[in-house]
Each structure stands twice: as C-alpha cells, then as structure tokens.
C-alpha cells in the first residue's frame, strides 16, 4: 500500500520560502509515476501545484511556475517543494500524493493526509 | 490555461435520489478528465479517471460520461456514504480542477 506523509513547518512569515518534504512508502519512486503537490486554501478548491518523475523532470502550474521548485530524493525516497515569496494567499493545506505516468502525469491516485501552512507574521 | 467549470456548486439530494453533476472544459480535453470526492478534513478520493473509467474498488452506482469539453457524473441511487463535495479535473494539458460541487441532505 502506497502511503504519502508531509511534513515541514507549520508557519512561514510572509516573503520568506515554504518547504515541504512528502516520505513516501511502500513504493519506490525510482520505480516510476510522477510525484505531485496540490493544495488547498481554507474552504476552498484545489489547486495543482506541480509534479516531478524520479528522474527531475518537471511540470509546473504556469501561474505558479515562477515562484516554485519541486525535486526528489530517491535515496530517501522523498521529494519536495519549495514555494519562494509568500503572501497570505499561499495559506492552504498542501498535499503531497502519487501520479501517473507519461500523459497522465497528474491523475492522483494516492494522497499524504495534508498539511496546513499558515502564512504569517 | 484550461478553465474548468462544474455545475450545480451545491445540490441538496435525498438517500436513493439519483444525482447528476456537470463539468465544462473552456477548451477540448479529450478523454482526460478525472473526478475526486473529497469529504471534510479528508482527502480527496480518486472515483473516475479518463472521464469513464471506474477506479478500483470504487461503487458501481458512480460513472462518468463525456468527451471533448462536456463531462458529468452520475450516481444512480445516492448512498448516505455519497455526502460529500465532488471535482472535476483535467490533466490534458498540465491540471486544473473545478471549483467543486457540494451534495448535501435535502
């Protein structure tokens, strides 16, 4: 069973950089799929982020691409997300989750539970 | 950017209740259209994918139809369980999901 935890701070000051870091088990992600983040405002929809294959390639959400970096640590079987110059908008659960490959690249199938980041000073 | 669409954003149905949501794409998609459930503090869970395509284990009472830039989901006799918020999303060209429709007790 595939299983996706996030974790990183819980609050980042407005203009700083959020860090996430999503552990992945039971499934290698050298292995294959794409390996995404999307996120949630407050009562909101969803909105993708970004993905990235074990091998560093990625794909970005145009209106986000300027500010954000994804990448992936398949020793640790881990990737990230780097989200530069904050504002209050960027206040959302942000999940982490598996998915598919080639054209498919952003059908999740496998979601982390989510984790809360509070933009704030 | 591709624009999705769903409609009702709340439909108020009954247990048994048969249960239609709409999701346009602002341009053609193909078959590249999923759909999630997502329930408060959950989430979301994968119901659909390639617009027709039941996910495993997944109830037989949800499918999904269309192609092109027209999608909709049906549930044929909503269960207590089926209470929740549906999206559509796209992945033909990067992703983009709809701003969800919520299903609640009438």
């Known amino acids: 069973q595939v299983q996706l935890q996030e974790s990183g701070p819980g609050l980042v000051k407005p203009s700083e950089t959020l860090s996430l870091t999503c552990s992945v088990s039971?499934?290698?992600?050298?292995?294959?799929?794409?390996w995404d983040w999307i996120r949630q405002p407050p009562g909101k929809g969803l909105e993708w982020i970004g993905n990235?294959?074990?091998?560093?390639?990625?794909y970005y959400n145009p209106s986000l691409k300027s500010r954000v970096t994804i990448s992936v640590d398949t020793s640790k079987n881990q990737f990230s997300l780097k989200l530069r110059s904050v504002t209050a908008a960027d206040t959302a659960v942000y999940y982490c989750?598996?998915?598919?490959?080639?054209?498919?690249?952003?059908?999740?199938?496998?979601w982390g539970q989510g984790t809360l980041v509070t933009v704030s000073s | 950017d591709i624009q999705m669409t769903q409609s009702p954003s709340t439909l108020s149905a009954s247990v048994g209740d048969r249960v239609t949501i709409t999701c346009r794409a602002s341009?053609?998609?193909?078959?590249?259209l999923a759909w999630y459930q997502q329930k408060p503090g959950k989430a979301p869970k994968l119901l659909i994918y390639?617009?027709?395509s039941l996910d495993s284990g997944v109830p037989s009472r949800f499918s999904g139809s269309g192609s092109g830039t027209e999608f909709t989901l049906t549930i044929s006799s909503l269960q207590p369980d089926d209470f929740a918020t549906y999206y559509c999303?796209?992945?033909?060209?990067?992703?983009?999901f709809g701003q969800g429709t919520k299903v609640d007790i009438k």
């Open positions: 989750a598996r998915g598919g490959e080639g054209a498919s690249s952003a059908l999740v199938d496998y």
């Open positions: 039971g499934y290698s992600i050298s292995n294959g799929y794409y």
């Open positions: 990235i294959w074990h091998s560093g390639s990625t």
């Open positions: 341009q053609s998609i193909s078959s590249w």
């Open positions: 390639k617009a027709s």
């Open positions: 999303q796209q992945y033909n060209s990067y992703s983009t």
